[in-house]
């Protein structure tokens, strides 16, 4: 089944399920979206350690309660490790595709509510790609510019960066748009064949090295 996701009206990115080889008990059972058992602190710092230096995320669950207890769960899992930065415009820095396969597709159909949008999506913040009313899964975007329109289009940011907001500037852009509206890659083949596809055609994007978090209060 192939859908295809929307930052905005004129700017896709694919999500496709399928070809997913059945993962070994150990790995499908730490990969699996967790049950929330453990509460999600009110405001926590996601870091990322990417190839070009350390993002620092300051993340409020008041601003879009479902949207950070998900990617709470995702980075306690370790989801967002080794993730691509498979889209690098003008406009937005897009990842959140697991390199492995099998791991993306047991999280890209835990589907979200959506939450009310109370942040401007001004450069900086960080919110979900998705396709529509209740279909926010793992894929999120940096907004690198003052992105005011997408508020009215139901992107409700989670967090903003806090230090770093360089690095993510320098993350290789030169590939371009992602497919098909561009050269860049195709995002329902990283689905299918993971960082495979990506170091074999796009050798050079940035990535996340390691994704931690840290309690503030």
């Known amino acids: 089944m192939r859908k295809t996701w929307w930052l905005a009206v004129s700017a896709a990115v694919s999500l496709a399920l399928g070809g997913c080889s059945a993962p070994d008990e150990s790995k499908k059972e730490a990969a699996k979206p967790a049950a929330k058992v453990e509460k999600t602190p009110d405001v926590f710092q996601a870091v990322f350690e990417t190839s070009k230096g350390q993002v620092a995320i300051e993340v409020h669950r008041a601003w879009a309660p479902e949207g950070v207890d998900h990617f709470y769960a995702l980075l306690k899992t370790g989801f967002y490790d080794g993730n691509r930065?498979?889209?690098?415009?003008?406009?937005?820095?897009?990842?959140?595709?697991?390199?492995?396969?099998?791991?993306?597709?047991?999280?890209?159909?835990?589907?979200?509510?959506?939450?009310?949008?109370?942040?401007?999506?001004?450069?900086?913040?960080?919110?979900?790609?998705?396709?529509?009313?209740?279909?926010?899964?793992t894929q999120l975007f940096f907004n690198m510019k003052n992105n005011k329109d997408l508020d009215k289009q139901g992107f409700a940011p989670l967090g903003k960066v806090i230090a770093g907001m360089e690095v993510v500037e320098r993350l290789y852009s030169a590939y371009g748009e992602i497919a098909p509206r561009g050269q860049g890659p195709d995002p329902s083949k990283i689905e299918v064949q993971g960082n495979t596809y990506l170091d074999a055609k796009f050798p050079r994007l940035d990535f996340i090295k390691k994704a931690t978090y840290s309690v503030i209060y």
């Open 85 to 137: 930065f498979f889209r690098v415009t003008r406009n937005y820095v897009q990842f959140g595709i697991n390199g492995d396969p099998t791991t993306n597709g047991l999280w890209s159909t835990a589907r979200l509510p959506d939450d009310k949008v109370k942040q401007s999506n001004v450069k900086g913040t960080l919110s979900y790609a998705h396709l529509g009313a209740n279909t926010r899964t």
